[in-house]
């Protein structure tokens, strides 16, 4: 799949980052995302760009039906480097698996994050949940 990049939208291979709302970026994982930890970096690199451009925004993180764990990639917090940087608000994760609801609960209390982090399981929960964040109704 070819990447694209704008200030709206970044095409990575295993997502796609949009800007959703003002101050909401929806990271999106293709149907048939594996990961790798290269492959969440890009998504890193990416999502730093957008955050750069704007200012410090909120993260809905949208996995798709199906997804399962890796269970060597719940391993390591790629998201500490966010302690110096502050470009990350808030992240929801939305999922509609069990296991995949249960691992990333599993995986923010094993790695806290310097910004506030709940999981879902409904997309419009998520998003009103992050609204608050963003100073948004």
């Known amino acids: 799949m070819p990447r694209t990049k704008t200030f709206e939208r970044v095409e990575t291979a295993t997502a796609a ?6 101050w909401i970026l929806e990271l999106r994982y293709h149907d048939d995302a594996q ?3 290269e492959d969440v970096m890009e998504n890193m690199n990416a999502i730093e760009q957008m955050c750069d451009h704007r200012g410090p925004c909120c993260l809905l993180n949208i996995f798709p039906a199906g997804m ?7 391993n390591d917090d790629y998201y500490r480097d966010q ?4 470009r990350i608000k808030a992240m929801a994760v939305v999922t509609d698996s069990m296991e995949m ?3 990333s609960k599993l995986y923010f ?7 506030d982090a ?3 399981e ?4 998520a998003l009103e949940w992050l609204r608050g964040f963003c100073g948004q109704p």
């Open 101 to 103: 609801y249960t691992a």
């Open 83 to 86: 302690r110096d940087q502050q």
């Open 109 to 115: 209390m094993y790695h806290p994050q310097p910004f």
């Open 122 to 125: 409904e997309e419009r929960d």
């Open 35 to 37: 990961f790798s930890p």
């Open 118 to 120: 709940r999981v879902f």
């Open 68 to 74: 399962k764990v890796q269970p060597p990639m719940m």
């Open 17 to 22: 980052l949009t800007l959703r709302e003002p």
